[in-house]
């Protein structure tokens, strides 16, 4: 189906090292959202695209962190310098237009990412 | 700020038991609720939402109603199956929060055995 498609899957890097994690909205959604899952918990807001414009980037934990969506589609969440802190499940999420509130959210499978 | 409270998991319960998954928030303006389900291996599903107060959002057996007076929306389901085994996190997302993030809940994991 055209859900939101999240790659790589599964990364593995080591400390020190740039990842760059990948988001293809479902087609024609306006808004996309990341969020970062640690183990046993629920996810917390990342960032947040309204098109190509990035409008809240609150809950990017350090300047290590930057997300780009340039042509208003897909998305990249890079993060540089990997800590070991950062490991955890990496969630894109779509919707119409969050601008509307009662939008519901469609989630990818996430990227695992795990710093040794 | 906003925040999502769930009870405590894990929660096992026989096949056909009844379930309820207990949700508290806190919010500013009016949020629309919901509940979502991750089962192994896959990514956060929505499982239903309820938009305003004393709204009921239902899905697949399961229900929770929007109550303002009590800041709750409990997830319900009368009999559950093997295949409701998951975990099911409780959100918000706020009418004045300018991006409508969606806050979440820790998650409650649900085991059901036959």
């Known amino acids: 189906g055209a859900g939101v498609s999240q790659s790589p899957r599964y990364k593995v890097a080591k400390r020190g090292q740039d990842v760059a994690l990948r988001c293809d909205p479902i087609?024609?959604?306006?808004?996309l959202f990341w969020y970062q899952q640690a183990l046993g918990q629920g996810p917390e807001f990342l960032t947040y695209?309204?098109?190509?414009?990035?409008?809240?980037k609150s809950g990017l934990p350090s300047d290590r962190f930057f997300a780009e969506r340039p042509e208003g589609s897909v998305s990249t969440l890079k993060i540089q310098r990997t800590q070991q802190e950062d490991s955890a499940v990496y969630l894109c999420?779509?919707?119409?237009?969050?601008?509307?509130?009662?939008?519901?959210?469609?989630f990818g499978d996430g990227t695992r990412l795990s710093i040794l | 700020g906003n925040s999502v409270t769930q009870m405590e998991g894990p929660v096992t319960l026989s096949e056909e038991a009844f379930l309820t998954i207990n949700c508290t928030y806190t919010?500013?303006?009016?949020?629309?609720l919901f509940w979502y389900v991750q089962y192994p291996g896959e990514g956060l599903q929505l499982l239903l939402k309820?938009?305003?107060?004393?709204d009921k959002g239902s899905n697949k057996g399961f229900e929770a109603t929007y109550r303002k007076e009590t800041t709750s929306f409990h997830l319900e389901k009368g009999s559950v199956q093997v295949s409701d085994s998951a975990v099911y996190f409780c959100a918000l997302n706020s009418a004045g929060a300018g991006s409508y993030q969606l806050t979440f809940g820790k998650g409650t994991k649900l085991s059901v055995i036959p």
């Open positions: 309820a938009t305003k107060a004393d």
């Open positions: 695209f309204q098109n190509e414009a990035q409008l809240d």
């Open positions: 919010a500013t303006g009016y949020p629309s």
């Open positions: 999420a779509s919707s119409e237009d969050s601008l509307r509130s009662n939008q519901p959210q469609h």
């Open positions: 087609s024609g959604h306006v808004s």
